[in-house]
């Protein structure tokens, strides 16, 4: 069995009467995409920050490309952090310039992978300018670029789409997808649920500092996904929620996701639907991530 690139077991972290982590264990297998994710103040960059030994775990361990994470090697590693961490007066190209030497590039060639990175995400012409004059997207992309410039196994990317419109969202997504297809293993937390459903092999959702759910994609929807409709009508929906064969019900505004209960046929909830609204959709339907993600947090 491959070794796996994280390997969490039993992790707790106090911050004076609060436990930020309490008793997290998950496994992040190599070569995968991996969702870290939660509510705010769940605890995930606590999580991520311990992996990197930027602060230590309380009790627990925690091993890192098969290493005890107090061996850590930074050059093995790309961080992304959520707080932009760029040098505001710094010229572009000097500043990735310099990233890629404090993690053992040579000059010259830290210096042609920033033109090259640069080019590749449409900022060729950012180079000699200062960071504080690019806009928040440029500033994400710039970061990015400072976290993969050395190519590290193991890329580790908190919120990365943060201030990204659509189109370089999907820029990034597709590089994301691009390392892993060579075998680099990516870590990453988000609230946009929809990425997590195209890009996650394996997911963890932390809540209140403890894990409460983890697994492959598939997996984790097979757990939560019996009895599921999609559900579009015109009309007041509002009796759906007391339905005998309802057991929750999701409110997307213009479509609702119901989970029936063990036993209830979909055809139940269609008959009963029928006469009161008008429907415009009704489709035996997997639940999203989002709403598996709203469930288990509203549970919590």
Known sequence: ??????????????????????????????????????????????????????????????????????????????????????????????????????????????????????????????????????????????????????EPDLIILDEPFSGLDPVNTNVLKDIILEYRRRGHTVVFSTHMMEQVEKLCEHICLIDRGRVVVEGTLPSVKARHGRGGVSLRFEGDGSFLRDLPAVESLMDHGNEVFVRLRDGARPEALLDAARGRVTIRKFEVAEPSIHDIFLELVSKG
């Open 1 to 150: 069995m491959a070794t796996a690139a994280i390997e969490v077991s039993g992790v707790v972290k106090r911050f004076g009467d609060t436990t930020a982590v309490d008793g997290v264990s998950l496994t992040v297998p190599q070569g995968s995409i991996y969702g870290l994710l939660g509510p705010n103040g769940a605890g995930k960059t606590t999580a991520i920050r311990m992996m990197l030994q930027i602060m230590l775990p309380d009790e627990g361990t925690i091993r890192v490309l098969g290493e005890p994470v107090e061996r850590l090697r930074t050059d093995r590693i790309g961080y992304l952090p959520e707080e932009r961490g760029l040098y505001k007066k710094m010229r572009v190209g000097d500043l990735l310039t310099f990233f890629g030497e404090i993690k053992g590039l040579r000059r010259g060639d830290a210096r042609e992978r920033a033109l090259a990175w640069l080019g590749r995400l449409g900022l060729a012409e950012t180079a000699a300018k200062k960071t504080e004059e690019l806009s928040k997207g440029m500033q994400q992309k710039v970061q990015f670029i400072a976290t993969v410039i050395h």
